[in-house]
């Protein structure tokens, strides 16, 4: 009973850290689809987001809102976040490497790569703002904790399995988040704007699509998908620190490709994978080892699956 | 925050002042001590107070003894492409440390790795230095880690490496006789990998055996994750008493005590001193932390602290606005030692400084009253025991001698 | 392809003088150690030169090589190991275990495309550093391995006082590690090289054994990195921790080959130079001026110098791409456009 109880918990741990990951695999392989980025900025565009879901908890006081009130609290973080890191990510589109369309991808990656120091510093720099969620500010490096708005009591009494209302947050904001989108990819203007620019972005500006302008869209609603992770994030998390889109970035990125880089349901199901992978590596094997397992199966799948689980096969032109 | 920013003109202006009163020609000289710290990054906020507590030093002193100016440099080990302690920077600290003839004390490591680096640069030209923090035994003690150690980071023979915190075999003994006295009767082991948290959880491992402990688990963490709720599953599967994280905050003790809260582990949680300063606390939350979480650390709490300790205290919370932590304790003790040093040598150049810190004895410091060893280790075996409470450490008990 | 010597010759003229200088000017202005670690890393950044800039093949982890070459050096050299050889043959040794490294890691995945590819060797860069980590009764996880021999001339051997010996020793290793790499890179493998990273498949049916072309270059960039590795810990004396060897080695690494211009060798000097240069040299003086001179402040985040590296990094990236896409000195042989 024991056994199976352990299993299943370990299952719950696995897709509510997966679909953490999947949200932010979102933002990478929307990316990544239209312009061929690595957007290396997106996990501290995450992180910025997180730091202004903090603020917000101190600036409005939302701890103090009473039970119900918190709920609309979160719900004001959400779109705050999302707001928040969206026109960041936009932004950075704009400042950055809109430029650089017509240079190499690579000079691209480097660009990305110094807004994410960028953003690493601003991170930092917000943790010393003298705040009493920040602690004063006194230590600007050190890991900040986030009040446990949403608790992480057990909602199935006082058994071994626990399902917490953090884990139902996850759950509940990140679905119909990806139920959304698909949809709008599928059936928007915009979202066929997006894949007519993620194809041919030449036939497209032809076709009277303003690609700067949609490739600004995809990168705001990335963004903004980044935003609303990094308030479930906190809320699951309850701590948050100006490193922490360096790991977060990097599971989300191995998701995007394990699902098939560019696919959306693939980036969530990469996103799961890994999650469910790390926690049944967690208990029936090392801790130790997890990554290096996580990441030799992502070799094999690759080497069986070379474009990934749901990418499609993409023919290379002559 | 504002007193901090006055105090610090005001206490140059003294100091100057005081230097014109007493010695009314120019310095003799200048005398260099530079600290070589990770800076940048994660370790940034210990790092901080460590480097408070060396001005506060300093400044003490006036910034000069015996008509010679003491000149402090703060010096970084970190580079940013790394954003923790990068070899080549620590390197490039002690050779420039060492090749500046000015300088004659070096304080560091933070990182005990940081440190093998250093040591072997810094005896071949005779400087004495002086970690706050390094506790990985092998650094000072024959047999305690490979063969060659210490031998290895004194190619001239001579010992000029101190340090002023206990090392990893004695804290990880005080810890799990700790356990014992709370009545642990089975125990799950974390560790962060790294040197300082591998070499303690090996010792508390060995000791809790001794003791008749049962160890339900050993498990080695990756401290970079973003939550431990599969480890929190796997160790609640295991019923401990106690949970023992030999580690820092910096390798998420905070958010370990959390996951545990979260996750419905009911049991105690005990940490070492890499997690005895508030930034664990405000890491793990008060609320989680409170009433279960036991944190040892080598020496008294600043508060405890009776005569020159309580002085410090208070010095420290005028200049810097903080009650000082753990770090800053180490930090102005380490600078203490030196310009004590300084000030007893019969020369003062590197060999005699280094002679004069070398035959410290019966130091009354901050940490009480301690002499340095043959291999430059304390002779301090005070320990304390904290327990988290109202979200502050609060003093339990002495554990050591 | 004209060999054109000038700037090369000049860079080389220029490091040979910076010891000579150091002689004479005081400690805080002396460069000769903070300019090594730019030759270190100009190594490294050749090597992944070879893979990213002449065979297109982005590689998100070349500091595990670096790492593989590290650890070989130290087992092979460490008084606590049995084989105890001596520098130049443990050196020599690190070569082609690199490159085997790359083999065992290119063999499977060369298959696949463009960033799948990338995603892979960074895995195979965080494995690395696990698995160096995990198996400590072979690699003593993170205590490092020291002390470690530095080369012996004359019965003689170097310690760190020896500097500017060492420094001697990592320009000429430079120096010929640029020769070699520019014979390959006008050879007939070269060339294929460059035919793979402009058209794969136009390659293929024109006879070029494309898989076997991209695991050499592959190798080749292994087998260079694990040499700097093992100077590095030669350097040293200590193989330092795993996590040394992490993720952002990499990332620099990339961005000095990018910065300076991909598939340019002096960019890739270039790139080494400023990068490195800005990290180790122009931002530590700056720093260390600044709190000698008492700016700055510990109490506040924005007033300390220490909390601005990441920042002024970061900006230095974007602007050089920004102004210069194609790299401080781009190759002559420019790209077909995309």
Redesign the interface.
Known sequence: MLDLDVFLQQLITGLSNGMIIALIAIGYTMVYGIIELINFAHGDVFMLGAFLALTLVGALGIEAWGPSGQVAGVAVLLVGSALFCGSLNWSLDRCAYRSLRKSSKLSLLVSAIGCSFICMNLGLFWGGVPMEVFAGGNAAAAPKDFPALIPQVNLLGDGFLRITPADLLVWAVTIPLMIGLTIMVKRTRLGRAMRAVAQDPVAASLMGIPVDRVIGATFFIGGALGGFASVVYSLYNNTIGFQMGTRAGMDAFTAAVLGGIGSLPGAVLGGLTIGCVRAMSDQYLELRWTNTIVFCILVLILIFRPNGLLGATRREKV | ?KI??LA?PVAVVCGSLMTAGQVAQAPVGTLKIVSSLP???????QT?TI??GI?LAIDECGGQIDGWKI?Y????DA??????W????E??NA??AA??KSCVAYIGTFNS?AA??AM??LN?AGLVMVSPANT?P?LTKPGQ????EPA?YR?TGKVNYFRIVPTDDLQGVYAANWAKELGVTKVFILND???YG?GISGVFRKQAEKLGIEIVGF????S????Y???V??V??KNPDLVYFAGT?QT?G??IG?DL????FEGMYMVPDGCFE??FI????AENLNGRTYVTFGGLPPEKLTGKGAEFCSSYRSK???DPEAYAVYGYEAARVILAGIANAKTKDRAGILAAVAATTDFDGVLGKWSFDADGDTSSQVMSGQIVRGGEFEFVKVLGK | MRWRPGPIFIILALATCIPLLDQILPVELQLSEAVRGVFLYAILALGLNVVTGYAGLLNLGIAAFMAIGAYTFGILTCEIYPFQLGFWSALGLTIPIGALAGFILGAPTLGLRGDYLAIVTLGFGEIVQDVLKNLDVVTKGTQGINPLPAPTFGGHEWTADDEYKWYYLLLALLVVTVIAIRNLERSRLGRAWFSIREDEIASRSMGIRVERIKMIAFATAAAIAAMAGGLSASILSSTGEPSNYDFQISILALCIVIVGGIGSIAGVLVGALVMVGLNSIVLVKATAWMAAHGIGSQGNVLLSPNNWKFLIFGLALVLAVRLKPSGLVPPRIERAPQ
């Not at chain 2, 990068?86 to 920077?89: A, H, Y």
Request: hydrophobic share 25%; proline share 5%; no cysteine.
């Open positions: 925050m901090g920013y610090i800076r940048t990054g994660s370790a940034n906020a901080n480097v408070n001005r000149e440099q703060d010096m970084d580079s940013p492409q790394r954003g923790n990068d070899p080549t920077v390197a490039q050779n420039s090749k500046d790795g093998k680096v072997p640069i071949r990985y092998g880690g490979e063969a060659n290895v190619p990998r790294e040197l591998k498990e080695e963490i990756d970079k994750a973003a939550n709720r599969s480890l599953t796997k609640k599967a905050t998420n905070g958010q959390k809260r979260s996750g419905g508030r930034a405000e890491a793990g939350g810097f606005g903080a």
